[in-house]
């Protein structure tokens, strides 16, 4: 883990090379929907993995079958609220409940406009209550212009105040870190890595593309289905 030296408490994974090597699979754009998917998947867990790393630990005594021993309880695990940006971070979510099975669960949904607005429409808000012993993980895969998780996170703070506010994302744009840490400079930012730039479209560079239409396939606008019959 890698601490970013723009920011206060922003983390990429450049330091590894499993995660790396993931990153690119999902970079390609050979890689299908079923990679895709798996790879996010693994993405949730590992780096799910690593933001154990940075928790309390509290150590403890235990009978073995032999003999009493000392071990350890990561408390903060048990304390997690994981928030699912819809649609790209359900994948994510998959690995990242791996490693923390105890977490509840929100999810909402978020859909971005088009540039230069990029509006973003928020129709579907389930969050559970937030207590001051939570670790609230907002896991989106992409941050390009901060938009979207700007607006999630002022949704997520109506449920409470939690311990720690964490974002966990795959790509992220130095724009969108910037935005969100204006925002809320509380929040911590964990990416598998920060590419270089936006597009005028508001794509980051190189990027992966459309996350949520690679994972799940291109939406069809309903104008464009074949008429069918309506039976009176
Ligand atoms: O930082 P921003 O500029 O706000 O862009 C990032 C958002 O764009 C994508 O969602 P999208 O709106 O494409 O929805 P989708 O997951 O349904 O494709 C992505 O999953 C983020 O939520
Ligand atoms: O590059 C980007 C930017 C926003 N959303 C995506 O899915 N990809
Ligand atoms: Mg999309």
């Known amino acids: 883990m890698i601490k970013d030296e723009r920011w206060e408490k922003v983390y990429s994974f450049d330091d590894s090379p499993y995660l790396m090597e993931i990153l690119t699979e999902l970079r390609n754009k050979e890689t299908d929907s079923i990679a895709f998917r798996k790879g996010l998947v693994k993405l949730g867990r590992f780096m799910g993995y690593e933001i154990i790393k940075t928790m309390d630990i509290e150590k403890i005594k235990i009978e073995t079958p032999l003999e009493e021993t000392e071990g350890i309880i990561v408390k903060d695990r048990r304390n997690i609220v994981i928030v699912t940006v819809l649609r790209a971070a359900v994948p994510l979510m998959e690995g990242l409940v791996k490693v923390f099975e105890h977490a509840r669960i929100g999810i909402v949904s978020a859909s971005r406009g088009k540039a230069p607005k990029f509006e973003i429409e928020m129709n579907y808000i389930k969050i559970p209550q937030i207590t001051p012993e939570d670790t609230v993980i907002i896991a989106d895969p992409m941050i390009a212009t901060g938009s979207t998780l700007v607006k999630v996170i002022e949704e997520v703070k109506k449920y409470g105040t939690p311990k720690r506010l964490i974002v966990l994302g795959v790509l992220a744009a130095p724009e969108g870190i910037e935005r969100i840490k204006e925002e809320f400079p509380e929040a911590e930012i964990f990416v598998t890595k920060i590419d270089r730039e936006l597009n005028s479209k ?21 104008s464009t289905l074949p008429q069918v019959h309506t039976i009176e």
């Open 202 to 222: 508001g794509y980051i560079l190189p990027g992966l593309g459309d996350a949520g239409d690679r994972a799940f396939g291109a939406p069809i606008k309903i």
